[in-house]
């Protein structure tokens, strides 16, 4: 079965299970103990931090492991944001960060510090020049992800870096999803990854933290890892997780190429054999295994279903396939459309034969999930018989996507060229669905209102 979500987490290399089962048996041992079996242990524990370092492109003493990236993000900020308080408690992030940004963020807020997001522009990408205007003089700290872990777009850290360091205010870059493909670009202050991003154990995390920049770690005081990361060392999967990144960014340059021309080929295929569908993110600057794509009028769950049944793992970033019933926070600051969202990630060694499957199959299922939902077959905005009011109402209250956006399509041709569609709806996807259906359907989207429930999304036809 074709595992099409490397994105979340990469199948283990076979250089980290090497690894792992080597280390099991040498690598038991407390590393800060000075007799033969802490000694054996410790080797291990500094090669392993040298390859990391090497690989980052830092110093082995800028460098401690982690019990994860999303605890090396929330260590890096509470630690950065605390060595800085003096000069201010401003911290600044895109829009399209990880959570764990944003929950560390929710907890500076609530402990008296302030935040402020940065747009970003329909590819998913911040404008440099935007994000360093949002920087203040009581600035302690801007975040900023290498490359985005839902669209694939590549973030201009090197120009952001510069507006940083004109500023005086240190960079965090949450690397995860592209340190397996090679080194971040030079500038930035702090750095995080994950090792199960590029094939290495879950459970390792990376935090790496430049000389001279002001870092203040937080909670109880932990002589491991330079008091920054608490607790006993995981040192097989930390041997497994250095061993496996250097080995995936040894072949790194030819498997980006082989698996950038696979996602080419999706872009394109996709784009040209599934009727309205939206692919997102930067159609140049990104990761080279990762393609999202979202298609109009379908439900998300059912069509992730529908894929795994079909063979294939791949994820969304629907709203419709998330317990909290909101669409992605990335898809929204993108104003992209966020039903049908479909991300498919390929891991290193992915056949092109299995992509070809995947592309003969996707049409057939998505119109498949059309047709149970009822989407009108006929073209959804011509609308064949003579208008019947100037204006309609329809009440898709306590429905969820993408069923608003569907009795929209079905009813926009029974106004004039001029008329209006008024969708009530209490489901936050059509906040962000509608527009985006106007704008694929080159209808005009007029605004929202607030409704007795939910909001009143007004909608004109324009042909």
Request: aromatic share 4%; proline share 6%.
């Amino acid at each position: 079965m074709p595992y099409f979500d490397a994105a979340s987490s990469a199948p283990l290399h076979p250089v980290a299970r090497q690894a792992l089962m080597a280390s099991l048996d040498e690598g038991w041992a407390d590393p800060a103990r000075l007799y033969r079996e802490g000694r054996r242990a410790r080797m291990l524990l500094d090669a392993a931090r040298e390859a990391a370092a090497e690989a980052v492109g830092c110093r082995p003493d800028e460098l401690v492991f982690t019990p994860s990236g999303t605890a090396a993000v929330h260590a890096g900020i509470a630690g950065a944001l605390s060595g800085r308080r003096r000069v201010g408690r401003h911290l600044v992030a895109s829009a399209v960060e990880h959570s764990s940004v944003f929950h560390a963020a929710t907890a500076h807020e609530a402990a008296g510090g302030s935040f402020a997001e940065v747009p970003v522009e329909r590819t998913g990408a911040v404008d440099s020049a935007v994000f360093g205007a949002s920087l203040r003089a009581d600035t302690a700290l801007a975040c900023l992800q290498s490359a985005n872990h839902e669209v694939g777009t590549e973030q201009p850290v090197a120009a952001v870096a510069a507006h940083c360091r004109e500023a005086g205010v240190p960079l965090l870059v949450d690397a995860a999803q592209s340190l397996g493909w090679g080194p971040v670009a030079d500038g930035w202050s702090l750095l995080t990854a994950s090792a199960h991003k590029w094939g290495g154990p879950a459970g390792v995390g990376l935090l790496a933290v430049r000389k001279g920049v002001r870092f203040a770690p937080q909670g109880p005081a932990d002589e491991r890892e330079s008091g920054r990361s608490a607790g006993f060392e995981n040192l097989p999967a930390i041997v497994a997780a250095a061993a496996s990144l250097r080995a995936v960014r040894a072949g790194a340059d030819a498997e980006a190429a082989r698996l950038r021309a696979l996602v080419d080929r999706v872009r394109a295929r996709v784009a040209a054999g599934v009727p309205d569908v939206e692919v997102v993110g930067d159609p140049e600057r990104r990761l080279p295994h990762v393609v999202t794509f979202s298609c109009l009028y379908v439900d998300g769950e059912t069509l992730l279903h529908e894929l795994d049944r079909a063979g294939f793992s791949v994820s969304s970033g629907s709203s419709c396939t998330s317990s909290t019933l909101t669409p992605s926070h990335v898809l929204k600051a993108m104003g992209v459309l966020s039903e049908g969202n479909v991300r498919v990630s390929l891991p290193a060694g992915t056949a092109a034969s299995d992509v070809e499957r995947f592309l003969d199959v996707l049409p057939g299922v998505v119109a498949g999930v059309r047709e149970r939902l009822g989407v009108p077959v006929a073209d959804r905005a011509a609308g064949g018989a003579a208008a019947t009011a100037a204006s309609l109402v329809v009440d898709a209250l306590g429905r969820r996507c993408p069923i608003p956006v569907i009795e929209l399509a079905k009813v926009i041709g029974d106004v004039p060229v001029g008329g209006t569609v008024t969708v009530l709806a209490d489901d936050e996807a059509a906040r962000l669905d509608i527009p985006a259906w106007c704008e694929m359907r080159e209808q005009e989207y007029v605004g929202e209102r607030p409704a007795e429930r939910g909001a009143a999304y007004v909608v004109r036809r324009l042909g």
